[in-house]
C-alpha cells in the first residue's frame, strides 16, 4: 500500500504552505508495535512530514519524519508502517499534542481529546484576559 494517496498529498502539501494549527490528515501507525504518527503537513520537498510522534517510550513530541524512511521500514513477516484507512480527526494537532502529553502516549480516546481542548482553551483565554505589562 501507498502511504499517502495523491488526494492526501495534496492536501498536506495544502496544509504545508499555509500556517495553522491543522488537524491531522494521516496516520501512521507499526501494525506490530507501539509507534503511531499523527501528520497535518507535508514540505515542497515532497518528503518531509510534520505531526505529532509516539514511538511508544511514553513521550510524544512533536517534530519532523521522512516519508521515505517510513516507507523503507520492513518489519517481520513481511509488514511495514501502514496508513490508517479509517482515522478521522475532528481536532487540531495541538489538542492531540496537549493530550498526549497527559496520557504518556497519542490517544484518540474522545474524554482525553476533550479534556485537552478545554485546557486549551482555559489556557487561551487566560491569555487573552491577561493586560500588557
Keep these: 500500500m501507498d502511504l499517502l494517496t495523491p488526494a ?3 492536501r498536506l502539501l495544502a496544509n504545508g504552505t499555509s ?6 490528515l494521516v496516520k501512521f501507525f507499526n501494525p506490530l508495535g507501539a509507534a503511531t504518527w499523527l501528520i497535518t503537513e507535508l514540505d515542497a520537498d515532497g518528503d518531509t512530514l510534520f505531526g505529532l510522534a509516539d514511538l511508544g517510550f511514553g513521550c510524544p513530541e512533536l517534530g519532523s519524519v521522512s516519508l521515505a524512511e517510513l516507507a523503507s ?6 509488514f511495514g ?18 493530550a498526549a502529553r497527559a496520557q ?5 480516546n474522545a474524554d482525553h481529546l476533550a479534556h485537552a481542548a ?16
Design 8 to 10: 492526501l498529498r495534496q
Design 19 to 24: 500556517p495553522g494549527d491543522h488537524v491531522p
Design 73 to 78: 521500514v520492513r518489519l517481520p513477516l513481511g
Design 81 to 98: 508502517i501502514e496508513r490508517d484507512l479509517y482515522f478521522a480527526a475532528r481536532h487540531p494537532l495541538s489538542v492531540f499534542a496537549h
Design 104 to 108: 504518556g502516549h497519542i490517544t484518540e
Design 118 to 133: 478545554a485546557a486549551l482553551a482555559r489556557e487561551a483565554a487566560a491569555g487573552r484576559n491577561r493586560s500588557p505589562p
